[in-house]
């Protein structure tokens, strides 16, 4: 069932909407003030630097090239690009791996030799 709203809180809705749409436009004396504004300053926002500019154009070459690229040469620019980083990661590693091809010294049984105690006399 519904319910007639009353004149009062009609004419309060109106004058709230009156309200929010006649506000005054900023202007440069008046600052709008945030509660946190010393706990997280503003930073400017910073135009990108040279290096940013240079990894873009390199970027949007080496995509131009490779979509000119036939699927034969793709395929093979793939392979060529595993083959390489197999190849580096094989010499990065290449000390661990000549190590565990190495025979291992035989473990001597027994117990480990350690400094031998004279026995005490009581």
Same mark, same amino acid.
């Given at each position: 069932?519904? *319910?007639? =709203?009353? @004149?009062? #809180?009609?004419?309060?809705?109106? $004058?709230?909407? +009156?309200? !929010?749409?006649?506000?005054? %436009?900023?202007?440069?004396? *008046?600052? =709008?003030? @945030?509660? #946190?504004?010393?706990?997280?300053? $503003?930073?400017? +926002?910073? !135009?990108?630097?040279?290096? %940013?500019?240079?990894?873009?154009?390199?970027?949007?070459?080496?995509?131009?090239?490779?979509?000119?690229?036939?699927?034969?040469? !793709?395929?093979?620019?793939?392979?060529?690009?595993?083959?390489?980083?197999?190849?580096?990661?094989?010499?990065?590693?290449?000390?661990?791996?000549?190590?565990?091809?190495?025979?291992?010294?035989?473990?001597?049984?027994?117990?480990?030799?350690?400094?031998?105690?004279?026995?005490?006399?009581?």
């Amino acid at each position: 069932m519904a *319910t007639k =709203r009353s @004149t009062s #809180s009609s004419a309060r809705t109106k $004058r709230s909407t +009156a309200r !929010r749409t006649t506000r005054r %436009t900023s202007t440069s004396s *008046t600052r =709008r003030r @945030t509660t #946190s504004g010393s706990l997280y300053p $503003r930073r400017r +926002a910073s !135009r990108p630097g040279l290096p %940013t500019t240079v990894g873009t154009a390199i970027g949007t070459l080496v995509v131009t090239t490779l979509l000119d690229l036939s699927w034969p040469m !793709r395929l093979l620019l793939i392979g060529v690009v595993l083959v390489l980083g197999l190849a580096y990661v094989l010499w990065r590693h290449r000390a661990e791996i000549a190590a565990s091809s190495e025979p291992t010294p035989p473990e001597p049984a027994g117990p480990p030799a350690g400094p031998e105690v004279p026995p005490t006399s009581s």
